[in-house]
C-alpha cells in the first residue's frame, strides 16, 4: 500500500469506504456504532470528509491506484475531553472490508505515528465506539493503544453513542 495525500478528488472514494464498513456492520446486526444510512448520503458526514480534505488533513492509502484506506489527523473532535498536553488525533480511520487481514489499518497508524513524531508531538489520541462487543476498542489496544477516557455522545431520540478515546505514547 502506497499512502499519500488525499485530496477533494478522494472524498468520493473515503466516502465509498465508509460506506462499505456500514454495510459490514449491518450485516452483522451491529447497528449501534453507524446505523444503517450510507455516509454518502448524509450531507453532515460529506461535508466532514470534504473538510479533512481541504484542510489537508486526509491521508489515503492506494494499492494499485484504488483506495483502500484512509486516515485524517488533526485536534480532538469537539465530544473529547482535551488531552493536558500537545497531541495529534486520529479523526478518521477507514479500511477497504475488501482488504482486511492485511494490516492496512495498522499501516495508516504507522503513518499517524510518523506524522505525530515529525512534528514533535509525542502524543497520539483516537477515539472510537464502544458499545457492543467494543471489538474496535481491543483493536487499537493490539496497535499499542490504551484507554484513557470513555464518553457519550448525546442522540435524539435514540441511545446515546458511547466512545472510547485511548492514548498512546510515542
Not at 466516502?15 to 449501534?32: F, I, K, M, Q, Y
Not at 479500511?95 to 492496512?104: C, F, I, K, V, Y
Amino acid at each position: 500500500m502506497t499512502i499519500r495525500r488525499g485530496g477533494l478528488d478522494d472524498v468520493p472514494a473515503v466516502l465509498g469506504l465508509l460506506d462499505g464498513a456500514t454495510e459490514w456492520l449491518v450485516a452483522r446486526g451491529r447497528t449501534d456504532q453507524w446505523g444503517t444510512t450510507p455516509h454518502s448520503t448524509s450531507p453532515r458526514r460529506v461535508e466532514q470528509i470534504t473538510r479533512f480534505a481541504a484542510d489537508g488533513e486526509l491521508w489515503v492509502g492506494t494499492v494499485g491506484g484504488r483506495v483502500v484506506g484512509a486516515l485524517a489527523v488533526g485536534t480532538a473532535l469537539e465530544y473529547v475531553p482535551p488531552a493536558a498536553e500537545p497531541e495529534l488525533y486520529v479523526r478518521l480511520l477507514v479500511t477497504d472490508r475488501a482488504s482486511a487481514g492485511q494490516n492496512l489499518g495498522g499501516a495508516l497508524l504507522d503513518h499517524a505515528r510518523e506524522l505525530a513524531r515529525e512534528s514533535g508531538v509525542r502524543l497520539l489520541r483516537v477515539d472510537c465506539f464502544a458499545g457492543g462487543d467494543q471489538a474496535l476498542v481491543r483493536y487499537y489496544e493490539r496497535q499499542g493503544f490504551t484507554r484513557e477516557t470513555e464518553f457519550a455522545v448525546p442522540r435524539l431520540n435514540e441511545p446515546d453513542w458511547l466512545g472510547q478515546v485511548l492514548a498512546q505514547r510515542l
